[in-house]
C-alpha cells in the first residue's frame, strides 16, 4: 500500500430506526458514490445493527461487495446491514461509550461518519459530531434522513414515506372495492390501521384512493386531532346509512383530548416510545358494540415500510439521491448537517437537493399542517392532496424470477477487528 493510500481516511455508514423500502436505496447511491472518490475516500465500512456495530467493532467491509451486488441494493427493501434502535446517553451519563466509539474509528482510520435515520437517529448523528470535536478526533458526520413516518423537519419529505403513501393509497382503493362489493348483505366496516406515532402524514396518504367526493376513505383518524367516541360512530353510521359501507383509516397514535391512546401498551424502546398497535380492533370492537355493524380490519404494519415491489419511483430516486449527497457534502467539508430534500417553486413537481444543521433536526417532529386536514377533522385537504400526490407517482418494480421479486443479499464480510474486547450495550 503506498503512502497516499494510508492517508486516505475511510468511512463509516449504518442503519438506525424502523427500516423501508427504500433504505438500501440510499445506501446504494452513498457506496457507488465513495468508490468514485476513492482517491479520497478508502474503504466504507457499514455497522453491523447501526450504531451498535461500531460499539462492538462489528465492521462490514463493503469494498468486498461486487459492483452489482451494491448496484442491487437500489432494488432491495429492509437493512441490509442490519438496523438497530438505540439511543447514545448524554456524554457525561456514559463516557465509557463515546470513548469506545472514537477508539473504533481512530483505530480503523474513519474519518466519514454518515448515518441513516430519523429523528433520534439525527441525535445520535449530533452527539457523535459534538463528541468528536470535543474528543480533539477530526471526523464529519453527515445524517442521511429516513423515516416512513415523514416527520423530519427542514426537509419536503423523507425519504421511505413515498413508497408507504403508495402502499397506503393502493391498499385502500383495493380494500375499498372488496368491502363495497359485500356491503349489502355482510361487512359493513373495513379499518385499516397505519403507522404515524406523532404525525399522521401515513394515514392522509389513503386520501389518495379517493377519485370523486364520496369516495372512500370515509373517515381519518390522526394523532394531530383529538378522538371523540360520540362523534367517530356518528360518522361511521352515516358513511353507511348513504354508501351501504364505511371505510376508516386509523394511525396508530390516534388519541382522546386528554393525550390518552386509543390503544397501546405500556412497553417502552430504547428511545422511550411506548409500543403502539391495537387502534383496529379496539376501534372494531366500539363498532360492533355501538351498532352492531359486521367489520373487518387489517394492520398494514411491516408490509407497509416493506413493499418495495409496489415503491414510488420518486422516492427511490430521492432515497438515492440522499445517499450520493452524504458522501458529496462530506467531501466538501460539511459537517454536523442532514441533506434535505427541497420541493422547487415551479407548475410541475421538481425538487433538488440542500442541507440543515443536526442541532435544529434532532429528536425534532414534523407533523401535519392544520391547512392539511379538512375542518371536520377527518379529512385532507386539496392543498394536503396536492402535497402528498407527487411522492407516489411512478413505477419502480424490482427484477423478478419465477413470479417474486429477485432482491441482493450481501456477503457481509466482516473487518479484522483491531482492539477486540466484549463491549456490552
Avoid at 29 to 56: M, W
Avoid at 261 to 270: F, K, V
Avoid at 366 to 395: A, F, R
Wanted: proline share 4%.
Amino acid at each position: 500500500m503506498s503512502s497516499d493510500n494510508k492517508q486516505k481516511k475511510n468511512a463509516f455508514y449504518a442503519q438506525s430506526g424502523g427500516v423501508t423500502a427504500v433504505i438500501n436505496a440510499s445506501a446504494c447511491g452513498l457506496i457507488e458514490a465513495a468508490r468514485k472518490h476513492s482517491d479520497k475516500i478508502g474503504h466504507v465500512y457499514a455497522g453491523r445493527n447501526g450504531i451498535i456495530g461500531a460499539l462492538r467493532e462489528d465492521l462490514i467491509d463493503t469494498n468486498k461487495e461486487t459492483p452489482d451486488a451494491i448496484a442491487g441494493l437500489r432494488y432491495t427493501p429492509s437493512g441490509a446491514f442490519g438496523s438497530c434502535r438505540y439511543k447514545l446517553k448524554d456524554f457525561e451519563e456514559n463516557k465509557a461509550e463515546y470513548e469506545r466509539l472514537i477508539e473504533v474509528f481512530k483505530a480503523h482510520n474513519i474519518g466519514y461518519f454518515f448515518y441513516n435515520g430519523g429523528g433520534d437517529s439525527a441525535d445520535t448523528c449530533l452527539k457523535i459530531s459534538q463528541i468528536a470535536k470535543q474528543m480533539n478526533y477530526p471526523i464529519q458526520a453527515i445524517h442521511i434522513p429516513k423515516t416512513v413516518d415523514n416527520d423530519l423537519p427542514f426537509t419536503d419529505c423523507c425519504p421511505g414515506f413515498g413508497s408507504v403513501a403508495k402502499y397506503v393509497a393502493i391498499s385502500t382503493k383495493e380494500a375499498s372495492l372488496d368491502v363495497a362489493s359485500m356491503c349489502e348483505s355482510s361487512t359493513k366496516v373495513f379499518i385499516l390501521e397505519v403507522m404515524g406515532r406523532h404525525a399522521g402524514w401515513i394515514a392522509a396518504a389513503s386520501a389518495l384512493a379517493a377519485v370523486e367526493a364520496g369516495d372512500p376513505p370515509h373517515i381519518i383518524l390522526f394523532p394531530e386531532i383529538p378522538f371523540s367516541r360520540k362523534d367517530f360512530l356518528g360518522r361511521v353510521e352515516e358513511a353507511v346509512s348513504q354508501h351501504g359501507y364505511c371505510v376508516v383509516v386509523a394511525s396508530e397514535g390516534a388519541k382522546y383530548s386528554d393525550g390518552s391512546l386509543i390503544s397501546g401498551s405500556s412497553n417502552q424502546d430504547a428511545f422511550g416510545h411506548h409500543q403502539l398497535g391495537g387502534v383496529a380492533p379496539t376501534l372494531a370492537s366500539m363498532i360492533k358494540s355501538s351498532l352492531n355493524y359486521k367489520y373487518h380490519w387489517a394492520l398494514a404494519d411491516y408490509l407497509q415500510r416493506s413493499a418495495r415491489h409496489i415503491a414510488s419511483a420518486t422516492d427511490v430516486e430521492q432515497a438515492y439521491a440522499v445517499g450520493r449527497a452524504a458522501v458529496e457534502y462530506a467531501l466538501a467539508g460539511k459537517n454536523s448537517v442532514m441533506v434535505t430534500i427541497e420541493r422547487n417553486k415551479s407548475a410541475d413537481y421538481s425538487w433538488s437537493l440542500g442541507e440543515a444543521p443536526l442541532v435544529n433536526i434532532a429528536n425534532q417532529e414534523k407533523k401535519m399542517p392544520k391547512n392539511y386536514i379538512t375542518k371536520d377533522g377527518y379529512g385532507v385537504t386539496q392543498e394536503g392532496k396536492d402535497y402528498l400526490s407527487p411522492l407516489i407517482q411512478g413505477e419502480d418494480y424490482p427484477p423478478y424470477k419465477n413470479g417474486v421479486p429477485q432482491y441482493t443479499k450481501l456477503a457481509n464480510i466482516p473487518v479484522k477487528k483491531k482492539i477486540g474486547g466484549d463491549f456490552k450495550v
